[in-house]
Each structure stands twice: as C-alpha cells, then as structure tokens.
C-alpha cells in the first residue's frame, strides 16, 4: 500500500512540474504606443493596433515569451501624401505585407532592464534583434513595459540603405498591461 501511495505522489508530481504556471499580461491595446522616428529628420509617426501576448514572469525568464504585431495600414505621419507613399511598395507595401511581427526567443535581465531576442518580420524579410526594455509593475497585476530599439529599415527593403545612417529607425514602445 505504501509503494502504491509514493508511487501516485511521485506521478502527480511529475505531471504537475512539467505545467509551469504563466503570468499572461494582457496589454491594454487602446493606450499602447508605438512610435518611429529617423533619427537626424524631423520624420515621426506612430503605428496603432498593437496586438500582442505577453507571457512575463521576471523570475522565470526561459519561460517568458512575447509576441506582438502591428497592421501596417495604421500608420501616422502627420501628412497624408507622406503616409500614402510609405504604405505603397516604394515603402513597407502595405496591401501585399500588412503586418510587422515580432516573436520572442528569449528573454534575459540586464543591468537595466530586459532584452527579448527574437524575430522581427517586416515586408518579406525576417531578422533576429535584440529588444531592450523595462518593466515596470505600478499595482500587483498592473504595469508598464517599455522599449526603445534601432532597426535598420533597409535590412528589410523598406527604404534604400544609406552610408549615413538615414535608414536606421528609431522604434520607441509603451505597452500598459494588467494580469
């Protein structure tokens, strides 16, 4: 009868470590941000519909994982000729290409803050990058990430490349979350 007891106490044991417990965020879409910049310029705009999981526990970081997308179409600039022309296929080709994604590989504690490496997927290219960024928790099931990250838009045939850094992007995030 023993034998039978430990026998079923080491199974329920083993089945219930192979379940890890996620903390699952769920981003407040309305309030998230995401807004772009070419360093050196006075072009800004932002991108809206962030939709995104985000599987975050900072003392289980193999476990944690993001995702999160963006449509295209969403894109702000402040001109409507200029936003016409950076969703046409001179640009990001919008119609063909409608979503700019990432995905988490792994996600690491630096001094400052995090980094999620992962894929990023623009137009038809796909780049491993590094994402920095912090993470704020305001209440016990409220908080903030924030990230701010430079992408080479022409790796991803989104603009020419350029000897003087004109085609580098600066990405700059804001995701509210709650439990």
Known sequence: MKKIILAATVVILLVG???TISVLWKADEKTSTVNFELPGSDKKGTFGNLVSTID?????LKDSKITASIDVSTLKAGNEKLEAHLLSPDFFDATKFPKITFTSTAITKTDTGFVAKGNLTMKDSTKVIDLPFTFK???KNKGTFSGVMTVNAAEYGVMKANKAGKDKVLIY?????TK
């Open 17 to 19: 470590s192979a379940f």
């Open 56 to 60: 975050f526990d900072k003392k289980k």
């Open 137 to 139: 928790e305001i209440e």
């Open 173 to 177: 995030l804001v995701v509210p979350v």
